[in-house]
Nanobody, 116 residues
Framework: QVQLVESGGGSVQAGGSLRLSCAAS????????MGWFRQAPEKEREFVAT????????AYAGSVKGRFTISRDNAKNTVYLQMNSLITEDTAVYHC?????????WGQGTQVTVSS
């Protein structure tokens, strides 16, 4: 069982930045594939970014590429999402995801609100 706790959400004006953190339980964090997803009101959850056990191996949704950066600190069992140049369309609840041994785990989410 993997527990995930997100933090760092909040309200920001368009053009601003936020950094989300996700702390994970488990002794094998370095082997987890970690990701961020988001869900806006009345929309389905969508992929944002992922990073596998190789820290430089990342992928992004087209809508955030060049603005968001995912990273991980295996010593702290934490994955980050640095979000720059935020736009109103980035408003959503952001969920952390861990994939390990074929099982998916989700955090409760953290709200990000971007105002114009």
């Amino acid at each position: 069982q993997v527990q995930l706790v997100e933090s760092g959400g909040g309200s920001v004006q368009a053009g601003g930045s936020l950094r989300l953190s996700c702390a994970a339980s488990g002794r094998s964090f370095s082997s987890y594939t970690m990701g961020w997803f988001r869900q806006a009101p009345e929309k389905e959850r969508e992929f944002v970014a992922t990073i596998d056990w190789r820290p430089g191996n990342t992928a992004y949704a087209g809508s955030v590429k060049g603005r968001f950066t995912i990273s991980r600190d295996n010593a702290k069992n934490t994955v980050y999402l640095q979000m720059n140049s935020l736009i109103t369309e980035d408003t959503a609840v952001y969920h952390c995801n861990a994939l390990t041994h074929g099982s998916n785990y989700w955090g409760q989410g953290t709200q990000v609100t971007v105002s114009s």
